[in-house]
């Protein structure tokens, strides 16, 4: 099989990415292990402002917007309450949304292999494992959308996430915001390094479901992250009297909190999404540095494909974009620290204060999720002959 490119993974990023190429006239294969788009969603699907404002997502897929966010101590005693005039965040729902984008990708020529597994590269194909048995794809470039573990990667030779939390999560339906009188949409969030070391536990409730979680570095957990999940949805803030149903929809996955890497491109391919690392250091918001990344790489490539130069792909810089983020590679250095729980109070009684709260409102209602790729300086084009990952 021949192809311009092979993208390797449907999520959001793989999607979005083969999609725009698609539609430039691109001849594009998209392959994903998963036998149905709609299982195993692994996000809790939270868009912020600025990703609503600049792409077009599927509104009947999106819960109603969320303009309160309140952070906690461990006590749960004495939160801080932000207020914003704006539609801060809205959650996806990601299921049918992952579909409504497939029916895009198809729609746009996207030839889609379900239930195909990448095995990598050999005599300068790539090996799909599918249903009906291996296929060797002759394509141009590949595009690593394989998640935070990418098996792309580690094939063009290309950097690979190091730092890395892990998240569970619980998700289910919760009556009406009329009948919890004095409730509004909120996102709740708790500094505990008992239950999250190193990063939060929340409560998200925007009136149609309740997304508990808690996240952290895997080695800290004494008993595993499902034990804290258990202890936390137990007395999570914000659902109080709001019955938790037997069955319930349950998350997990790796959360790469690096920064986005430096090398992130080949003259073979280049990566998108968790696999480049696109996910903010201090929130571990993803979902607004994968769509701009994408747009970013399907720009590249466009370009890469139309002019026949390899070269292109430098321009593809993770480098000169990760210099963004130094603040929040401080900050979440600093989160990382935070061991007990006196220091956990410690650090929201200091978000109390005029300058915290100022803080805080610029990080969590800010516009600085991802820098927009197209205004970040980058390397000649000469430099992708010296990108590793020339194999083949």
């Given at each position: 099989?021949?192809?311009?490119?092979?993208?390797?993974?449907?999520?959001?990023?793989?999607?979005?990415?083969?999609?725009?190429?698609?539609?430039?006239?691109?001849?594009?294969?998209?392959?994903?292990?998963?036998?149905?788009?709609?299982?195993?969603?692994?996000?809790?699907?939270?868009?912020?402002?600025?990703?609503?404002?600049?792409?077009?997502?599927?509104?009947?897929?999106?819960?109603?917007?969320?303009?309160?966010?309140?952070?906690?101590?461990?006590?749960?005693?004495?939160?801080?309450?932000?207020?914003?005039?704006?539609?801060?965040?809205?959650?996806?729902?990601?299921?049918?949304?992952?579909?409504?984008?497939?029916?895009?990708?198809?729609?746009?020529?996207?030839?889609?292999?379900?239930?195909?597994?990448?095995?990598?590269?050999?005599?300068?194909?790539?090996?799909?494992?599918?249903?009906?048995?291996?296929?060797?794809?002759?394509?141009?470039?590949?595009?690593?959308?394989?998640?935070?573990?990418?098996?792309?990667?580690?094939?063009?030779?290309?950097?690979?996430?190091?730092?890395?939390?892990?998240?569970?999560?619980?998700?289910?339906p919760v009556p009406a915001l009329a009948a919890r009188p004095g409730t509004v949409p909120a996102f709740h969030c708790v500094l505990d390094p008992r239950l999250a070391?190193?990063?939060?536990?929340?409560?998200?409730?925007?009136?149609?479901?309740?997304?508990?979680?808690?996240?952290?570095?895997?080695?800290?957990?004494?008993?595993?992250?499902?034990?804290?999940?258990?202890?936390?949805?137990?007395?999570?803030?914000?659902?109080?009297?709001?019955?938790?149903?037997?069955?319930?929809?349950?998350?997990?996955?790796?959360?790469?909190?690096?920064?986005?890497?430096?090398?992130?491109?080949?003259?073979?391919?280049?990566?998108?999404?968790?696999?480049?690392?696109?996910?903010?250091?201090?929130?571990?918001?993803?979902?607004?540095?994968?769509?701009?990344?994408?747009?970013?790489?399907?720009?590249?490539?466009?370009?890469?494909?139309?002019?026949?130069?390899?070269?292109?792909?430098?321009?593809?810089?993770?480098?000169?974009?990760?210099?963004?983020?130094?603040?929040?590679?401080?900050?979440?250095?600093?989160?990382?620290?935070?061991?007990?729980?006196?220091?956990?109070?410690?650090?929201?009684?200091?978000?109390r204060t005029p300058p915290g709260r100022a803080a805080a409102r610029r990080v969590l209602f800010g516009h600085g999720s991802f820098p927009d790729p197209r205004t970040?300086?980058?390397?000649?084009?000469s430099h992708a002959l010296a990108i590793p990952g020339l194999h083949g």
């Amino acid at each position: 099989m021949r192809a311009d490119v092979l993208v390797v993974g449907a999520g959001l990023a793989g999607l979005w990415t083969a999609t725009r190429l698609a539609g430039r006239g691109h001849d594009v294969v998209l392959a994903d292990r998963r036998t149905r788009l709609d299982t195993t969603v692994r996000t809790t699907g939270i868009f912020v402002r600025r990703t609503l404002e600049d792409f077009d997502l599927p509104p009947e897929h999106l819960g109603p917007p969320i303009r309160r966010m309140v952070l906690y101590p461990p006590s749960h005693r004495g939160p801080v309450t932000l207020d914003s005039p704006h539609d801060e965040f809205r959650v996806g729902d990601m299921a049918p949304l992952y579909l409504t984008l497939a029916d895009r990708a198809l729609a746009a020529g996207v030839r889609l292999r379900l239930g195909t597994r990448y095995a990598g590269r050999r005599g300068g194909r790539h090996v799909l494992h599918g249903p009906d048995g291996p296929l060797e794809v002759q394509a141009t470039f590949v595009v690593g959308a394989d998640g935070a573990r990418s098996a792309v990667a580690r094939e063009l030779g290309l950097d690979r996430n190091r730092e890395l939390l892990v998240g569970a999560e619980e998700v289910y339906p919760v009556p009406a915001l009329a009948a919890r009188p004095g409730t509004v949409p909120a996102f709740h969030c708790v500094l505990d390094p008992r239950l999250a070391p190193g990063y939060l536990a929340w409560v998200l409730d925007d009136g149609e479901h309740a997304h508990v979680g808690v996240a952290g570095y895997a080695d800290r957990y004494p008993h595993g992250i499902v034990d804290a999940l258990g202890r936390f949805a137990a007395t999570a803030p914000g659902l109080a009297g709001v019955p938790r149903p037997e069955a319930v929809e349950r998350r997990a996955g790796p959360i790469p909190v690096g920064g986005l890497l430096r090398r992130i491109a080949s003259p073979h391919g280049l990566l998108v999404g968790d696999a480049a690392g696109a996910v903010s250091p201090l929130t571990a918001g993803g979902l607004d540095p994968c769509l701009r990344l994408s747009d970013h790489a399907a720009d590249v490539l466009d370009r890469a494909l139309r002019t026949g130069d390899r070269r292109e792909l430098a321009r593809y810089d993770g480098a000169a974009l990760r210099a963004r983020f130094r603040g929040r590679l401080t900050m979440r250095r600093g989160l990382s620290l935070v061991r007990t729980p006196a220091m956990a109070a410690a650090g929201v009684a200091a978000l109390r204060t005029p300058p915290g709260r100022a803080a805080a409102r610029r990080v969590l209602f800010g516009h600085g999720s991802f820098p927009d790729p197209r205004t970040a300086p980058s390397g000649p084009a000469s430099h992708a002959l010296a990108i590793p990952g020339l194999h083949g």
